[in-house]
């Protein structure tokens, strides 16, 4: 059984099926060598920089039911996160199960936000889904509905937030809340044409780059939101978990989203520094530095490094599985 998901493959001749394919041997060949030489390196980077017996210190702070909470939030997230990759299934028509799909969503989330969407989002998600039998064209679906599905979540939270002037900001960038108020309405009018397009565009494909995307319905369109703006919400409910009651969440919540972007912007892994600068300098004038990295290391702790422990076993897990479930879903 075929997993693309698209019948154009069956009217291709063998001789023009050989080169893709051969070409498609030698990319999960390089990929695969990049892969490896890439974490154990950005691993390396992303240890270096952590300050071990701060992150010690910051977690006996807390109290066990704080870090339950927190905890708990992160693992729901990430379930909400690899969701995203059901939506792609949705969307192409693959029939990889979603018992397949989930942990390998999981796994390359985990490793993009601690080694960037390269290594996770690209890299691995490329190596494991075609190990299970799917095509790089549908890979590469799956992979552009993910970011589209977590940008549009992002989009609209922050242009409700930006342009109610809910992000509460310090008394020298209050000069800026115009701007951000401008920025959040843009925003949401980007949401509202893409959902306009989904319901009513009669042209339903575009193509980008030699990518073509076609736009999906608007009960899909909607699932997207509404699962990544799930996602983001519980994000800032974690660091908002692990801050002193004196800032609001929906503060919290939009430097999030600001310090998000720097982090893209930045090509950082983990987004290290990048975020702890930009909460430092939104929320100095309401608590200390001391107990804002604090609540940031908790953030980290169990959003990032907890996930990344047990994606690696999972992905050891599914790496030593894969041929035996390729062959399964084949046969089913």
């Not at 799917?134 to 992979?143: F, H």
């Amino acid at each position: 059984m075929s997993h693309s998901g698209s019948s154009s493959a069956a009217v291709d001749s063998p001789a023009k099926m050989r080169a893709p394919n051969k070409k498609w041997q030698w990319a999960k060949r390089i990929l695969t060598i990049a892969f490896f030489i890439l974490v154990p390196v950005l691993l390396l980077m992303l240890i270096k920089n952590i300050e071990w017996e701060e992150v010690e210190q910051a977690l006996r702070s807390y109290s066990a039911n704080t870090l339950l909470i927190g905890t708990s939030i992160a693992l729901f997230s990430y379930l909400v996160f690899a969701s995203y990759d059901l939506v792609g299934r949705k969307y192409t028509g693959h029939s990889l199960p979603a018992r397949q799909v989930l942990p390998l969503a999981f796994v390359c989330y985990a490793f993009t936000l601690n080694l960037t969407a390269w290594v996770g989002g690209i890299a691995l998600r490329f190596r494991l889904y075609s190990r299970l039998g799917l095509d790089p064209g549908t890979i590469t679906k799956i992979l552009s509905m993910s970011l589209i599905t977590n940008w549009l979540g992002y989009i609209i939270l922050a242009g409700i937030l930006f342009s109610f002037r809910w992000v509460d900001l310090p008394d020298k960038a209050k000069i800026g809340g115009t701007a951000l108020q401008l920025v959040g309405f843009i925003l949401l009018a980007i949401a509202a044409i893409y959902f306009w397009a989904c319901r009513f565009s009669k042209r339903r494909s575009f193509h980008f780059r030699g990518h073509k995307f076609t736009l999906p319905k608007l009960q899909l369109a909607l699932i997207q939101a509404g699962l990544a703006m799930t996602n983001w919400l519980l994000m800032g409910l974690i660091i908002y978990t692990f801050m002193p009651d004196k800032v609001t969440y929906q503060t919290v919540l939009g430097i999030l989203l600001i310090s998000s972007i720097a982090g893209v912007v930045a090509h950082i892994p983990a987004g290290l520094g990048v975020l702890e600068t930009i909460f430092i300098a939104m929320l100095h004038h309401q608590l200390s530095k001391g107990s804002i990295l604090a609540a940031l290391i908790g953030y980290r702790v169990v959003y990032f490094l907890l996930p990344l422990a047990i994606a690696c076993i999972v992905y050891l897990v599914i790496e030593s599985r894969a041929k035996r479930m390729s062959q399964k879903n084949q046969s089913e």
